[in-house]
């Protein structure tokens, strides 16, 4: 069993900054994909980044790319998604999933475990 514990989220300005964290439990968390997906109100949940057991892989969306860096601490049990150049259309709740992976990261379905969510609000 793994649980997710997102933190990191707030209010930020256009061209701004946040560094979302997601700390696991579970001694299995090392051997697990990790991602970040978003929703915005209104809308369906996406993919933001994922990034699989070792760290030595990563994917993110077309619409986060060259903004948003994913890395991952399997020492730490924790993964961070650094966020730079934020924009209004960043605003969501953004959660952490882990799960095996099966037919790709970017695939909500690839995730068994979710956290709760954390608010990004980007102010313009």
């Known amino acids: 069993q793994v649980q997710l514990v997102e933190s990191g989220g707030g209010l930020v300005q256009a061209g701004g900054s946040l560094r979302l964290s997601c700390k696991a439990s579970g001694r299995t968390f090392r051997t697990y994909a990790m991602g970040w997906f978003r929703q915005a109100p209104g809308k369906e949940r996406e993919f933001v980044s994922g990034?699989?057991?070792?760290?030595?892989?990563?994917y993110y969306a077309d619409s986060v790319k060259g903004r948003f860096t994913l890395s991952r601490d399997n020492a730490k049990i924790t993964m961070v998604l650094q966020m730079n150049s934020l924009n209004p259309e960043d605003t969501a709740v953004y959660y952490c999933?882990?799960?095996?992976?099966?037919?790709?990261?970017?695939?909500?379905?690839?995730?068994?475990?979710w956290g709760q969510g954390t608010q990004v609000t980007v102010s313009s």
């Open positions: 999933a882990a799960g095996r992976g099966y037919g790709g990261l970017a695939r909500s379905g690839a995730y068994e475990f």
């Open positions: 990034i699989n057991w070792s760290g030595d892989e990563t």
